[in-house]
């Protein structure tokens, strides 16, 4: 539960600490928890003038037990800037995420050069409605949604990535149903004494520049959205009300985005989503070597190692300039990104037990003579991306199954250290598989796979095959991957 108050005195660090409401001067501040101090230090440096902004607090903290990771969120009343044609707004800043106290209460300290807990805040600026005296409390919901699932999946957000919301931001009849993110335009990074704290801001697309971030990449729809005042304009402020998307204001941006997607491809490197696979070059009674990883009460799962190999691969995925390599299965834990998931529910591939259930060292790499292929309709939606924009760019896409412990990765002939190559294109390394296509396959499969361009022309199950390739796609309906049994 949450409340809303006047938040210029932020409360001291103690758990039983009092909210006071005066105003924060004289020596009140050194009574700040050191971390929040940082941030709130920056709040006032942008809004000298509102000492005391109404906050969205959590009740019960999170660190006593509480739902909601942030402990608060300011929202302050930006006179925005005539000049730049960027409108009056709210301008919403969390804290939370960041380490605000140092005492491991909520986060591990690491020291003063790395980032505090997470490294981030979030922000988010509204449009103010014409004669809206106080800013709306449901960006405070929004953003703690976000924040719990990186919480719970320990994913980190960066500038550039998106957010499949599914639903409108305020719970409206809105278009704007997503989110992408960016560095805020006004608050500068922080150097607190747990460490730095940037601010990543928050900014509401529909459902057409969603999917264009997804064919080409978040940085590019950005930078066109900046160029659009009625679609957020210089500092990417959102407007709820806006009912047509960047490409209905200026149809000449579709051809910007069809042209980088020509040139750059795409560098969303994967997604979590509904799928499976089944070998089907062995018989299903040989339970003891099938890999028809969703079928059973216990399935194999992704070992430590494997799990952050993909995260990795996530990662690296997303430098639009690097090299296309595979990073080698026994690499360093590292925080990847979760693209393209709804927020809310943690990344199953995070498994601690994975290595008791099956010793990383006792997966053997196994060459497949066929497989077959599943997905729901909105992650089949994405494979001519996959093909189109990672693929014939010489890249790699991976599908992580929110569903199963399960992952499936497609791998260009020009990506390194994959285990599946030219000879044996279908290979698996415990539950995770790797596809290796070839430029001429890749080519058929896109002018096959057509009508996966228009999903609401087709009926669901959908069976596309290739029988001297002995592969099978299937896109079935979401029921089916909710059944573990299927």
């Given at each position: 539960m949450e409340g809303v108050?006047?938040?210029?005195?932020?409360?001291?660090?103690?758990?039983?600490?009092g909210s006071g409401s005066g105003s924060a001067s004289?020596?009140?501040?050194?009574?700040?928890?050191?971390?929040l101090h940082g941030i709130y230090g920056e709040c006032r440096r942008l809004y000298p003038d509102q000492p005391n902004p109404l906050q969205v607090t959590a009740i019960l903290k999170y660190w006593l037990g509480g739902p909601d990771p942030l402990d608060y969120v300011s929202m302050y009343r930006n006179l925005g800037n005539p000049a730049l044609n960027v409108p009056e707004h709210w301008h919403y800043v969390s804290f939370g995420l960041s380490d605000l106290y140092g005492d491991n209460r909520v986060?591990?300290?690491?020291?003063?050069?790395?980032?505090?807990?997470?490294?981030?805040?979030?922000?988010?600026?509204?449009?103010?409605?014409?004669?809206?005296?106080?800013?709306?409390?449901?960006?405070?919901?929004?953003?703690?949604?976000?924040?719990?699932?990186?919480?719970?999946?320990?994913?980190?957000?960066?500038?550039?990535?998106?957010?499949?919301?599914?639903?409108?931001?305020?719970?409206?009849?809105?278009?704007?149903?997503?989110?992408?993110?960016?560095?805020?335009p006004q608050m500068q990074p922080v150097q607190t004494p747990f460490g730095v704290v940037t601010f990543l801001q928050i900014v509401g697309v529909c459902t057409e520049e969603l999917h264009a971030a997804q064919q080409w990449n978040g940085q590019g729809i950005l930078e066109l959205l900046r160029t659009v005042p009625l679609a957020g304009g210089p500092w990417l402020i959102t407007d709820m009300r806006r009912g047509e998307t960047i490409f209905e204001i200026d149809p000449h941006l579709q051809e910007r985005v069809d042209k980088g997607i020509e040139t750059d491809g795409s560098?969303?490197?994967?997604?979590?989503?509904?799928?499976?696979?089944?070998?089907?070059?062995?018989?299903?009674?040989?339970?003891?070597?099938?890999?028809?990883?969703?079928?059973?009460?216990?399935?194999r799962r992704?070992?430590?190692?494997?799990?952050?190999?993909?995260?990795?691969?996530?990662?690296?995925?997303?430098?639009?300039?690097?090299?296309?390599?595979?990073?080698?299965?026994n690499s360093q834990r590292q925080n990847g990104l979760?693209?393209?998931?709804?927020?809310?529910?943690k990344d199953s591939l995070e498994s601690e037990s994975s290595a008791a259930i099956i010793p990383h060292e006792l997966i053997r790499t196994r060459q497949l003579e066929s497989v077959h292929l599943k997905f729901n309709q909105e992650s089949g939606a994405l494979i001519p991306l996959c093909l189109r924009g990672r693929l014939l760019h010489g890249r790699h896409f991976t599908?992580?199954?929110?569903?199963?412990?399960?992952a499936i990765t497609f791998v260009s002939t020009g990506v390194e250290g994959a285990f599946a190559t030219e000879e044996h294109p279908y290979a698996a390394h415990g539950p995770w598989l790797q596809i290796l296509l070839t430029e001429e396959f890749v080519e058929r499969m896109l002018e096959d796979l057509e009508d996966l361009n228009s999903p609401e022309e087709f009926k669901l199950p959908k069976e596309y095959s290739w029988p001297e390739k002995k592969l099978k796609v299937s896109i079935l309906p979401d029921a089916v991957f909710d059944n573990p049994l299927h």
């Open positions: 108050r006047p938040g210029g005195g932020l409360p001291p660090s103690g758990p039983g600490s004289g020596s009140f501040p050194s009574l700040f928890p050191p971390g986060h591990e300290f690491t020291g003063t050069d790395g980032p505090s807990g997470f490294g981030f805040e979030l922000t988010f600026r509204l449009k103010r409605e014409t004669g809206e005296s106080a800013p709306p409390t449901w960006p405070a919901e929004l953003m703690q949604g976000l924040a719990r699932y990186v919480f719970q999946s320990e994913n980190t957000f960066c500038s550039g990535d998106h957010v499949s919301w599914h639903s409108p931001l305020d719970n409206s009849e809105s278009r704007i149903q997503h989110m992408l993110l960016t560095e805020d560098n969303l490197s994967g997604v979590s989503a509904k799928c499976a696979w089944d070998d089907l070059s062995r018989p299903p009674e040989d339970d003891e070597d099938s890999r028809s990883i969703c079928i059973g009460t216990q399935p992704l070992s430590g190692k494997d799990t952050e190999q993909i995260r990795e691969t996530l990662r690296r995925g997303l430098e639009i300039n690097s090299k296309p390599v595979l990073p080698p299965i979760n693209l393209d998931r709804a927020p809310s529910r599908y992580k199954s929110i569903t199963g412990d399960t």
